[in-house]
């Protein structure tokens, strides 16, 4: 009996809501010899104590023990002739008071089922409700055991289904118990094992012989039941979270990506009106975002507790939104308002970027009409730590795309929208060709920008930028544009074609993420020297004083 004291046995706890597979999964266990099971030990304490009516309550409450010091005690932990007792326990039956040793003692798991796949099969038997689901305390079992040092294992019904050897010996290796072959098959029809509520809720699972579905299909789901989904489904989503990953199970095709900044990984955004963490941001299906791009946006940065250059920022956006016939705007104040809480919840306040996203809303139903949009703009703050993006040292490498930068004939590179489609066609090129970015020309083969920033260029002392007709008139690029005259530079906004910034002395980008990057080489031909240039560095100096000196300051922010 290995170190074991005669009769002592192991209990392993399984912690689920009524119709999650939980007594298929008893009956998996009762095929191993070392195993003994208990079929809800707490059901006559819990009948008793909340006077819960079951057409069996009598028969349950005369047949068991009620009391929950003895049933702790001397019927989950009481002595057995098997190395192991699997107790199945439905949450809503840990209430309040039980003896503390329940969660203490043993080896306690959680088979968790979607709410879409319980509720139809628990109206065959009771009408169903928050309280009789007991998803909450699935929940605050989950956090209590967490709290005890012993997080729970969490198992999904789902997994059991698709993959019933993989899940088990998940499961069993897991509870540190050697995985049994038997588990997998069992035989049809009542067992003795059954609590005396069998008839009433057994009818299906004493059809089965093991865990594999034999329907392929859901059924529709009732939609009397919509509200209670609602409800139950944030709780399910919660723990399945915690589901332990096997390798049968490792369903998806790719690992998980590494953030760039794993800070990032827990940070707050704002949607619409609440700030929620990274994971549950989410923006509606019926959002104008998701059916059409249709939505404006400005990336804001973050320097020693200010917002540099905010007013410009929110002047673009709602001119953008302006532009766009966007109704419901919310207002100059309510979008400060939305950033500064954002970011003092997150403690950003410095060295982060917002990605600011204003959409059209919510749509009354699918379709590209505006006149659907009945539920007012819906405002996104998404605050990251990030460092610039480019290599600002040493300087970057461009090429051309073959993509033209859209033309005010077409969609008007004034309004900051987020149809970037164009952009991205032209990022593709430059991601293929491993340049940093890549230039965009106009319809005429004029430069306009790069698929991110605005460009300049200086020859022979003077600095040169396209105008701003088919290029993002980028808030940088006019923060530039001015500093070139304080230094007293030449500066002249005009037409330029790409053999002017194949043969330039200096090349450099402009972005608010990115602030200014220099560019030292241009589809293979090198800028100047192929070093970053005198006045690239004077321009980039004055650009971090003025970052450091100017910008609006985050309320209730302390050095
Ligand atoms: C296409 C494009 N050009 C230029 C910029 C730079 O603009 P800003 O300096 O306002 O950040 C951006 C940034 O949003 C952009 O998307």
């Known amino acids: 009996m290995g170190g074991q004291k005669q009769g002592e046995v192991e209990v392993i706890h399984s912690w689920s809501a009524p119709r999650s597979l939980s007594t298929s999964l008893m009956y998996s266990f009762a095929q191993r010899d070392d195993t003994e099971v208990l079929d809800e030990p707490l059901y006559a304490t819990f009948l008793k104590v909340t006077g819960v009516e079951r057409p069996y309550r009598e028969e349950v409450l005369s047949?068991?023990?009620?009391?929950?010091?003895?049933?702790?005690?001397?019927?989950?932990?009481?002595?057995?002739?098997?190395?192991?007792?699997?107790?199945?326990?439905?949450?809503?039956?840990?209430?309040?008071?039980?003896?503390?040793?329940?969660?203490?003692?043993?080896?306690?798991?959680?088979?968790?089922?979607?709410?879409?796949?319980?509720?139809?099969?628990?109206?065959?038997?009771?009408?169903?409700?928050?309280?009789?689901?007991?998803?909450?305390?699935?929940?605050?079992?989950?956090?209590?055991?967490?709290?005890?040092?012993?997080?729970?294992?969490?198992?999904?019904?789902?997994?059991?289904?698709?993959?019933?050897?993989?899940?088990?010996?998940?499961?069993?290796?897991?509870?540190?118990?050697?995985?049994?072959?038997?588990?997998?098959?069992?035989?049809?029809?009542?067992?003795?094992?059954?609590?005396?509520?069998?008839?009433?809720?057994?009818?299906?699972?004493?059809?089965?012989?093991?865990?594999?579905?034999?329907?392929?299909?859901?059924?529709?789901?009732?939609?009397?039941?919509?509200?209670l989904l609602e409800k139950s489904l944030p709780l399910y989503n919660m723990l399945r979270r915690h589901v332990r990953k096997t390798t049968a199970l490792l369903k998806s095709p790719l690992p998980p990506p590494d953030i760039p900044v794993p800070a990032n990984e827990k940070l707050l955004a704002w949607v619409g009106d609440e700030i929620l963490p990274r994971e549950s941001a989410k923006v509606s299906v019926f959002d104008s975002v998701v059916q059409g791009g249709d939505s404006v946006w400005e990336g804001l940065r973050v320097y020693n507790g200010k917002i540099f250059k905010l007013e410009e920022h929110l002047d673009r956006l709602f001119d953008s939104a302006k532009a766009l016939a966007f109704k419901n705007v919310p207002t100059r104040e309510e979008v400060k308002e939305a950033i500064f809480r954002t970011l003092i919840r997150n403690g950003m306040f410095d060295n982060a970027h917002i990605r600011l996203s204003l959409t059209r809303g919510k749509k009354v139903t699918s379709g590209m009409s505006p006149a659907f949009n009945l539920y007012g703009c819906t405002l996104i703050v998404l605050p990251e730590w990030k460092p610039p993006v480019y290599d600002n040292t040493h300087g970057i490498n461009l090429v051309t795309a073959t993509t033209r930068r859209n033309s005010p004939n077409n969609l008007d590179s004034k309004i900051h929208h987020n149809n970037l489609l164009n952009n991205i066609l032209a990022k593709i090129e430059g991601n293929n060709a491993d340049a940093g970015d890549a230039i965009m020309l106009d319809k005429d083969g004029y430069v306009s920008e790069t698929n991110a920033t605005n460009i300049f260029l200086v020859k022979k002392g003077r600095v040169l930028t396209?105008?701003?007709?088919?290029?993002?008139?980028?808030?940088?690029?006019?923060?530039?544009?001015?500093?070139?005259?304080?230094?007293?530079?030449?500066?002249?906004?005009?037409?330029?074609?790409?053999?002017?910034?194949?043969?330039?002395?200096?090349?450099?980008?402009?972005?608010?993420?990115?602030?200014?990057?220099?560019?030292?080489?241009?589809?293979?031909?090198?800028?100047?020297?192929?070093?970053?240039?005198?006045?690239?560095?004077?321009?980039?100096?004055?650009?971090?004083?003025?970052?450091?000196?100017?910008?609006?300051?985050?309320?209730?922010?302390?050095?």
């Open 63 to 227: 047949k068991m023990e009620s009391d929950a010091n003895k049933v702790v005690k001397e019927v989950i932990f009481g002595p057995g002739e098997k190395k192991y007792r699997f107790c199945k326990h439905m949450a809503k039956q840990h209430l309040p008071g039980l003896p503390n040793d329940l969660m203490k003692k043993g080896k306690h798991f959680i088979l968790i089922r979607n709410p879409l796949d319980i509720l139809p099969s628990f109206e065959k038997v009771v009408p169903p409700s928050f309280l009789e689901l007991g998803l909450a305390e699935l929940v605050s079992i989950y956090s209590d055991l967490s709290q005890l040092g012993k997080p729970p294992v969490v198992i999904d019904a789902a997994d059991l289904q698709q993959d019933p050897e993989g899940t088990l010996r998940g499961l069993c290796e897991d509870l540190e118990i050697p995985f049994d072959d038997a588990m997998l098959r069992w035989e049809a029809g009542p067992k003795p094992i059954d609590g005396v509520w069998a008839p009433w809720w057994y009818k299906s699972v004493h059809q089965s012989t093991g865990f594999n579905q034999t329907r392929k299909y859901p059924q529709p789901f009732p939609f009397s039941l919509y509200d």
């Open 466 to 559: 396209p105008h701003a007709d088919y290029c993002l008139p980028g808030i940088t690029r006019a923060t530039v544009m001015d500093l070139v005259v304080k230094e007293d530079l030449v500066l002249e906004e005009r037409r330029i074609s790409l053999s002017e910034f194949h043969t330039a002395d200096e090349v450099w980008t402009t972005g608010t993420m990115g602030e200014l990057t220099p560019v030292v080489k241009i589809d293979g031909r090198e800028i100047g020297d192929g070093k970053v240039g005198p006045v690239t560095q004077r321009l980039q100096n004055a650009y971090k004083k003025l970052t450091e000196e100017s910008g609006v300051p985050i309320p209730s922010y302390q050095h």
